[in-house]
C-alpha cells in the first residue's frame, strides 16, 4: 500500500498509466556502473503498469538527455509494483502483486532476469546500504517480512512481524523497522541474524517510517501523530500529536559543509 524511501531507493507513484520511477542513487554507484556497461550519465527507470492482462514493463530515461529509451519486457502480467535499485546502481527489483513475485532487472544489459516468488502480494521493498540483501513486505493477510539474497537473488526464510506496511533501513543497515498498520506497531529486525525484535507501540495505524541521517532516531507516522524511537534501543520517546489522519514522511539530509 505504501512504498518505502530508503538512502538508497526512491520511489514515487506516478500518474495515470506510469506507477513508479526510480533512480540508482548511492554516490558513485552509478559511476562504477558506466564503467563496466551501463549507458553514460544517471538513468531513471519507470515503471508502466500493464494492469492484470498487460505485460510490466521499464521505461529507461536517459537523465541528460531527457529522452526515453526502448522498453524492458518483465515477462509478467501484472500491474507495476514499487521500485528499488542496489546501492551498486547494477540491479532493478520490481514487485508484482497478483503473482506474488519480485523481477530483478540488469542495468546492464537491461534484460529481466527470472522472477522470485516471495509470497502473498509484495507490497514494500528496502535494500541493506551494503547492496547484499533486499527486504519485501506483504499485504494482509501475509504476516511476514521476505528477505532476498541479492547475489544469487534467492528469497530466504520469510521473518515473522505480524501484519506489516512499509520498510525502512538505518544508515549502518544494522535494523530495519516495519510498520503494522492495523498492529498500530513498529517492529525492528535484526539484519545480521534476520530476526524480528519486540514490537514498539506507537499511535494507532502505523504506515510510515523514516530515519534521521545519522540513524540516531525513526519517526513513525500514525494517524494520530508521529512518534520518535530511539534506535540504540529502540526506546519509544513522547508521541508528537500533530493530528490526522497522516500517511507519509521524508527526512530532510544533513546541512553540507
Known amino acids: 500500500m505504501f512504498a518505502s524511501i530508503t538512502r538508497a531507493v526512491c520511489a514515487v507513484t506516478a500518474v495515470g ?3 513508479a520511477v526510480a533512480l540508482p542513487g548511492a554516490p558513485g554507484a552509478a559511476a562504477t556502473a558506466t564503467r563496466t556497461c551501463a549507458p553514460a550519465g544517471v538513468t531513471a527507470y ?3 503498469g500493464g494492469g492484470f492482462t498487460g ?9 541528460t538527455t531527457n529522452k526515453a529509451g526502448k522498453k524492458i519486457n518483465l515477462n509478467v502480467r501484472a500491474e507495476t509494483g514499487p521500485i528499488a535499485i542496489t546501492p551498486d546502481g547494477k540491479t532493478i527489483y520490481v514487485l508484482s502483486a497478483s503473482p506474488g513475485t519480485v523481477t530483478p532487472v540488469s542495468t546492464c544489459t537491461r534484460t529481466a532476469q527470472r522472477p522470485i516468488h516471495v509470497g502473498h502480494q509484495p507490497d514494500a521493498i528496502a535494500i541493506t546500504p551494503d ?3 533486499a527486504y519485501v513486505t506483504h499485504r494482509t493477510p501475509s504476516s511476514v517480512v521476505t528477505p532476498i539474497r541479492i ?12 501484519e506489516n506496511e512499509s520498510i525502512t533501513i538505518t544508515p549502518d543497515g544494522r535494523t530495519a523497522y516495519v510498520t503494522s498498520f492495523g498492529g498500530s506497531s513498529v517492529t525492528p529486525i535484526d539484519i545480521a541474524t534476520n530476526t524480528a525484535l519486540a514490537p514498539i507501540r506507537t499511535g494507532s495505524f502505523a504506515v510510515a517510517v523514516a530515519i534521521t541521517p545519522d540513524g540516531k532516531t525513526a519517526y513513525v507516522v500514525s494517524w494520530g501523530g ?6 540504540a534501543t529502540n526506546t519509544k520517546l513522547k508521541n508528537i500529536n500533530i493530528g490526522g489522519p497522516l500517511s507519509y514522511i521524508a527526512i530532510t539530509p544533513p ?3
Open 17 to 19: 498509466a506510469l506507477s
Open 151 to 162: 547475489a544469487t537473488n534467492t528469497a530466504l526464510t520469510p521473518i515473522e512481524v505480524g
Open 226 to 231: 508521529v512518534t520518535p524511537i530511539l534506535t
Open 131 to 133: 547492496g547484499r540483501t
Open 46 to 48: 519507470v515503471g508502466s
Open 55 to 63: 505485460p510490466q514493463t521499464l521505461i529507461p530515461i536517459n537523465t
Open 255 to 257: 546541512p553540507r559543509a
